[in-house]
C-alpha cells in the first residue's frame, strides 16, 4: 500500500481546480475506437473516504478483459486532496488513483473509473482527467445521471437511451440487467462513446456494476479500513 502526500502545487480553490479543467479538457479526444471489448487488460479504479480522518483510500484492479479473472491489484492511501464541490471531485481522488495506477504491476489497459467523463457539468469527469493526465483509454460509468435528463431505456439487456444536457448527448443510460436501473456510461480519453457501452456490457455479464467497479470497490474499502486500523504516517494526515 502507497502513502501519498497531496502534490505541490495542487489547486486549493475553486478557481484554481476549474482553471485547470479548462486546461486539460482540451486535450480529451472522444472519437478513438479504444481497444476491442474483451482483449487484453481492464482496470478498474475506485476510492473510499474517510472524512472525518481526512483520508482517502484508492484502488486498482486489473482483469483480463476475455475471463474477468483478477490478474493484479493495488492501493494507495493519503490525505484528501480537495473540499467536497460538486464537478470538480477529480481534484479530492487523482493523487491516491495514480499512485494506485503507478503501483500495478503491468500496464492497467482499458481503466473504467466508477463516475463520469464526458457526462460532467464541465465536460470534464474523473475519467477524463484521469485520461488525459495518463494518456490511458478511459471511460465513466456511474450508478446515478448527476444532473442530466434522459428516457428510460427499453427492458432488455443492451438497451440504452441518450444521456441529455438540453439538446446535447453527454452519455448514454445502459441497461446492463434486464428490468434493472441502467447505468450511466460516458466517454472519457480516447474511446468513443459506443465503444464504451460495449465495453461496459463487456464487463456486466451477471450484474448491473461492471466487474472493474465492484473489485475496486470491495479494495479500496479494505484498505481504507486497514490504514485506519494501522494508523498513518502524521504527515499524511491534516487534523
Known amino acids: 500500500m502507497r502513502i501519498v502526500n497531496i502534490p505541490a502545487g495542487w489547486p486549493a480553490t475553486e478557481e484554481e481546480a476549474r482553471a485547470v479543467q479548462d486546461e486539460l479538457r482540451t486535450r480529451a479526444v472522444l472519437d478513438e475506437p479504444g481497444p476491442p471489448p474483451g482483449t487484453g487488460w481492464v482496470t478498474g479504479v475506485d476510492v473510499a473516504y474517510d472524512d472525518e480522518r481526512d483520508v482517502v483510500a484508492a484502488a486498482a484492479v486489473v482483469l483480463d478483459a476475455a475471463s474477468l479473472e483478477v490478474v493484479a491489484e493495488a492501493t494507495a492511501v493519503g490525505r484528501i486532496s480537495f473540499p467536497y464541490v460538486p464537478g470538480l ?38 475519467a477524463s482527467h484521469l485520461g488525459v493526465l495518463t494518456g490511458l483509454p478511459t471511460i465513466g460509468v456511474a450508478k446515478n445521471p448527476f444532473t442530466f435528463t434522459y428516457d428510460d431505456p427499453d427492458a432488455p439487456r443492451g438497451s440504452a437511451s441518450p444521456l441529455l444536457a438540453g439538446d446535447e448527448e453527454v452519455g448514454r443510460a445502459l441497461r446492463t440487467r434486464a428490468g434493472v436501473k441502467p447505468v450511466f456510461v460516458s466517454a472519457g480519453h480516447r474511446v468513443a462513446l459506443d465503444a464504451a457501452c460495449a465495453h461496459a456490457l463487456a464487463l456486466t455479464p451477471r450484474f448491473r456494476l461492471p466487474e472493474t467497479t465492484r473489485r475496486a470497490d470491495s479494495l479500496c474499502r479494505r484498505a481504507l479500513q486497514e490504514a485506519l486500523q494501522e494508523g498513518l504516517p502524521e504527515a499524511t494526515i491534516r487534523h
Open 89 to 126: 471531485l477529480a481534484f479530492r481522488e487523482i493523487p491516491t488513483v495514480l499512485a494506485a495506477l503507478d503501483a500495478l504491476p503491468r500496464p492497467p489497459g482499458l481503466v473504467v473509473c466508477d463516475g463520469y467523463g464526458v457526462a460532467h457539468p464541465r465536460r470534464f469527469g474523473l
